[in-house]
């Protein structure tokens, strides 16, 4: 059996012709349920945001990117890269000069090698530019490195939706709960501020403030890089120096060996294309990887860049943790107000 406490003949009775009142209904009386109503529009809107954007279907494509270019991320790898570069082009100027002039040596002129080995001589005529945007984009991968290892250390890019949609649930739910049922209104006031500190903590504690602009960076400066057109190009790139170190491996040296030089009297002579000849498997099992990652990321990394900016995320944590902070305390009940400040004035 439940009783109903009513209040005396002063304040709310005292309005009603002095007729007691229950004392639930002037706390509902005193409360303000406009800061509620907000919180559930708070929550309402941090649910729909993931939706608004797309992040449940665009955020796991962001984890398959950073989880496909994680293996070339390193100091060791991208420095490997640079190397391999290097060794290409000390082949290549090799080849335009003391090969040419050996050649040169029993009759055989430059335009002669161009016509027996074609492959060669379209890698010779477009090794600047290849040498200039390779360079170029290595460059570009090796000085975002930071910035990749910055963003690789927050959570998952697949919780990200539900960092945003779990709070709003909660925070949506305690509100219409408080609305509905009044006994519940502190209850539901302290768990719409319990997660609004939550979502004020949450950037300071993985560091967001700082990954994120890093972030940012990365993805501004991948921008010519992970383009259809980027990787076709790279790719063109890359089956023209196969096929020119094809006839350097198995057309020029042997005709080097064929004009009189031993196999060793080719390597003293020709280090650089000796070297690239022997590291060529390596450097082929190196870049191709690398290349493959770069064209299947292409739409992964789309779907990243439609988001809004990265350094715009923390905010979108703090700014509704503060609102939905301040509503919880603009709902507290005037009752309580009033007794907490006789409580501080005594």
Same mark, same amino acid.
């Given at each position: 059996m439940?009783?109903?406490?009513?209040?005396?003949?002063?304040?709310?009775?005292?309005?009603?012709?002095?007729?007691?009142?229950?004392?639930?209904?002037?706390? !509902?009386?005193?409360? *303000? *349920?406009?800061?509620?109503?907000?919180?559930?529009?708070?929550? !309402?809107?941090?649910?729909? /945001?993931?939706?608004?954007?797309? /992040?449940?279907?665009?955020?796991p494509?962001?984890?398959?990117?950073?989880?496909?270019?994680h293996?070339?991320?390193?100091?060791?790898?991208?420095?490997?890269?640079?190397?391999?570069?290097? +060794?290409?082009?000390?082949?290549?100027?090799?080849?335009?000069t003391?090969?040419?002039?050996? %050649?040169?040596? !029993? #009759?055989?002129?430059?335009?002669?090698?161009?016509?027996?080995?074609? =492959?060669?001589?379209?890698l010779?005529?477009?090794?600047?530019?290849?040498?200039?945007?390779?360079?170029?984009?290595?460059?570009?991968?090796?000085?975002?490195?930071?910035?990749?290892?910055?963003?690789?250390?927050?959570?998952?890019?697949?919780?990200?939706?539900?960092?945003?949609?779990?709070?709003?649930?909660?925070?949506?739910?305690?509100?219409?709960?408080?609305?509905?049922?009044?006994?519940?209104?502190?209850?539901?006031?302290?768990?719409?501020?319990i997660?609004?500190?939550?979502?004020?903590?949450?950037?300071?504690?993985?560091?967001?403030?700082?990954? !994120? $602009?890093?972030?940012?960076?990365m993805?501004? =400066?991948?921008?010519?890089?992970?383009?259809?057109g =980027?990787?076709?190009?790279? +790719?063109?790139? %890359?089956?023209? /120096?196969?096929?020119?170190?094809?006839?350097?491996?198995?057309?020029?040296? $042997?005709?080097?060996?064929?004009?009189?030089?031993?196999? =060793? +009297?080719?390597?003293? *002579?020709?280090?650089?294309?000796?070297?690239?000849?022997?590291?060529?498997?390596?450097?082929?099992?190196?870049?191709?990887?690398?290349?493959?990652?770069?064209?299947?990321?292409?739409?992964?990394?789309?779907?990243?860049?439609?988001?809004?900016?990265?350094?715009?995320?923390?905010?979108? %944590?703090?700014? $509704? #943790?503060?609102?939905?902070?301040?509503?919880?305390?603009?709902?507290?009940?005037?009752?309580?107000?009033?007794?907490?400040?006789?409580?501080?004035?005594?």
């Amino acid at each position: 059996m439940t009783s109903t406490t009513f209040v005396p003949e002063s304040g709310a009775a005292a309005r009603t012709g002095g007729l007691p009142v229950p004392v639930a209904t002037v706390a !509902a009386g005193r409360r *303000r *349920r406009w800061p509620m109503i907000v919180a559930a529009v708070l929550g !309402a809107a941090l649910v729909t /945001m993931p939706l608004a954007f797309g /992040m449940f279907s665009k955020t796991p494509k962001g984890a398959v990117m950073l989880s496909e270019f994680h293996p070339f991320m390193t100091t060791a790898r991208l420095d490997g890269f640079q190397t391999d570069i290097r +060794q290409i082009d000390a082949a290549v100027k090799e080849n335009k000069t003391s090969i040419t002039q050996q %050649f040169a040596s !029993a #009759g055989v002129t430059r335009a002669d090698l161009d016509t027996r080995f074609p =492959s060669l001589a379209s890698l010779d005529a477009q090794w600047p530019t290849i040498n200039s945007d390779m360079t170029d984009l290595l460059n570009k991968v090796q000085g975002n490195l930071g910035n990749y290892q910055a963003i690789d250390a927050l959570p998952s890019f697949r919780l990200f939706p539900w960092f945003f949609a779990v709070p709003g649930v909660l925070i949506l739910g305690s509100a219409v709960v408080a609305l509905r049922r009044l006994r519940l209104w502190r209850p539901g006031r302290w768990a719409i501020a319990i997660v609004g500190i939550g979502l004020v903590i949450a950037p300071a504690a993985f560091q967001m403030f700082q990954r !994120a $602009p890093d972030g940012g960076r990365m993805m501004s =400066s991948f921008k010519t890089i992970e383009t259809t057109g =980027s990787v076709v190009k790279i +790719q063109d790139y %890359f089956a023209t /120096m196969a096929s020119g170190q094809g006839d350097l491996r198995l057309g020029v040296v $042997p005709a080097l060996e064929e004009g009189g030089l031993s196999g =060793s +009297q080719v390597a003293e *002579r020709f280090p650089a294309v000796t070297t690239l000849d022997r590291n060529w498997v390596r450097i082929l099992n190196d870049l191709t990887p690398m290349i493959g990652a770069m064209s299947d990321n292409v739409p992964n990394y789309r779907a990243i860049a439609s988001l809004p900016p990265f350094p715009l995320f923390p905010w979108f %944590f703090v700014m $509704p #943790g503060l609102l939905a902070i301040g509503a919880s305390l603009l709902a507290r009940d005037r009752t309580e107000q009033s007794y907490n400040q006789q409580q501080g004035e005594s």
